[in-house]
């Protein structure tokens, strides 16, 4: 299928409702009911944890960016602080492109130093500055290509051999392309962000986040810290954000 009809079809398929719905219903329910006991853990439970719009929008995320699992959060902040839980530990260092969204330096610098996790930044415009600056403590590379505010491109595909040779997570915030223009998990990253709230919301109405990966253990990974920390996408907000994809193209 093309880019524009997954845009609008994937997530919204009519004969998984019951009633045939050509557009996502929004389940606002918290908590669902179950027939028997042994049934409690089968389907949705509770919303925190999964949702059905939610889950549309994240099957839609997915499509999009070619990639077997995706997760919404409550803004690209969110996900990032989410991600960077989830894959990082006292101790650990990541490189990033020194030209990154100024709130995602905010968290590095302080929210994550506080935790003991050191950040450096590197132009990564030349992979030779990205080497230099990988040290033993090196967990995660992050990257936007190009970056918010100067437009600053890095080759991601060679950025992410390097990253394959020295076991290192590669993460890409692929707002500001959208999946419409650019799919890094194709050119060998592990993880996508993005902030919902510019290009897939698209209407300027809704603030989220997404976490978009093929890799099943950071995917599991991430399921836990998403419900365990709690900072989930709403339904109206899913349901907002694949209204917006409709039309990303
Ligand atoms: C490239 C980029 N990544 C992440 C974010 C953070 O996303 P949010 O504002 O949804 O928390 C922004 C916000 O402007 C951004 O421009």
């Known amino acids: 299928m093309k880019f524009e009809t997954d845009a609008i079809h994937v997530g919204e398929e009519p004969e998984r409702t019951k009633h045939g719905d050509v557009v996502s219903p929004v389940h606002l329910s918290t908590t669902f009911a179950k027939s028997t006991i042994d049934k409690m853990d089968e389907g949705f439970v509770y919303t925190r944890t999964s949702n059905p719009t939610r889950d549309n929008l994240e099957r839609k995320l997915a499509s999009l960016e070619g990639a077997e699992y995706a ?6 902040s969110a996900a990032q602080t989410s991600l960077l839980l989830a894959l990082l530990q006292e101790g650990d260092h990541v490189v990033a492109f020194d030209d990154l969204y100024g709130g995602t330096k905010r968290i590095f610098r302080q929210v994550l130093a506080e935790f003991g996790v050191e950040s450096s930044y590197v132009d990564a ?14 967990a995660l590379v992050w990257l936007e290509s190009p970056t918010n505010p100067l437009m600053k491109l890095a080759d991601i595909s060679a950025i992410a051999d390097l990253c394959r040779e020295r076991n290192l997570v ?4 692929n707002t500001f392309m959208s999946p419409y ?6 050119l060998g990253a592990d993880v996508v962000l993005h902030s919902t709230t510019k290009y897939l919301g698209g209407h300027s109405d809704s603030l989220g986040g997404a976490l978009v990966t093929d890799d099943k253990e950071i995917y599991e990974k991430l399921a836990f810290i998403q419900n365990a920390v709690g900072a989930v996408l709403s339904p109206f907000d899913s349901w907002l954000v694949m209204r917006g994809i409709k039309t990303l193209a």
């Open 71 to 76: 997760l919404a959060f409550s803004s690209g």
């Open 125 to 138: 415009t030349d992979i030779d500055d990205v080497k230099e600056e990988l040290r033993d403590e090196t």
């Open 181 to 186: 223009f650019q799919r890094p998990l194709k």
């Open 170 to 173: 590669l993460v890409v915030d």
